[in-house]
């Protein structure tokens, strides 16, 4: 029953981010619990012959891991400049107040007081890019280089190049919440590159965001199902109570 109450929890969890930008749903997977070994399988059963099979009696289930699912998200078009998608795998880089490098495939940027292409938390994308003043366009390549052009200028300039990041074990990052993931030992060293580049890292798109994973026709059936576990297993505590009940009354 604690199982199924977390795996709510979860499906809960997946179901209030179906509309975030980047995110990716997690599934729960379970493990049964040790087993009262009242005859151990291979036991003997007389001098020239062993038990077949023995009698084990398991003793429920635990949550074990949360599966995070690595799908891509639908592709929403904004029209707005500053918004990338990553088609394929990867992570964008952003820098955290206190040094850290974190991770995200949430691409809904803007720029701060100083031009600094930021996130929504107003952390500085790496590596750094700053949008001039006066800029009257901003392009931003498959290969994630970013351009300008400036009022009363008819060349682009680049003025710099995104660069992603890419996991062994993505489902490794450590979510720390805001659309944001940090490296751990599980996840491994991230390997950086440029978009589109021989490291296997997917490509930008502009003006799209890449939307929640989350299938809320899935996750309903979902809830559903560990309802009905829920809803089993308490009555299986309460038959196992009343048949206890029964034994008693037999003494008296």
Not at 27 to 34: A, G, N, P
Not at 50 to 55: D, E, Q
Not at 171 to 180: E, F, I, K, V, Y
């Amino acid at each position: 029953m604690t199982a199924q109450a977390l795996n709510l929890d979860n499906i809960a969890n997946n179901l209030a981010n179906s509309s975030t930008a980047g995110f990716r749903s997690r599934r729960l997977q379970f493990e049964d619990l040790i087993y009262q070994n009242i005859v151990m399988p291979g036991a003997a059963a007389t001098q020239q012959t062993t038990l077949v099979a023995g009698l084990q009696v398991g003793l429920g289930t635990r949550s074990a891991a949360s599966e995070v699912i690595q799908t891509t998200g639908d592709f929403s078009q904004t029209g707005n400049p500053l918004d990338l998608a990553i088609q394929g795998q990867g992570f964008f880089q952003v820098l955290l107040p206190n040094g850290q490098t974190a991770y995200t495939r949430s691409g809904s940027f803007q720029t701060d007081q100083n031009g600094n292409l930021v996130d929504q938390n107003g952390d500085a994308v790496q590596p750094a890019i700053t949008i001039p003043t006066g800029a009257t366009s901003i392009t931003v390549g498959s290969d994630g280089t970013v351009s300008v052009t400036l009022a009363g200028q008819t060349a682009a300039q680049q003025v710099g190049q995104l660069q992603l990041a890419l996991f062994n074990n993505p489902g490794g990052l450590n979510s720390t919440g805001s659309n944001l993931l940090l490296q751990t030992t599980a996840s491994g060293d991230p390997v950086v590159g440029a978009p589109g580049g021989s490291e296997g890292l997917g490509s930008i798109i502009q003006g799209m965001l890449e939307q929640s994973n989350v299938s809320v026709v899935d996750e309903f059936v979902n809830m559903i199902v560990a309802q009905r576990s829920y809803e089993a297993s308490s009555r299986v505590v309460n038959a196992a109570d009343q048949m206890m009940q029964t034994i008693n009354n037999l003494g008296r």
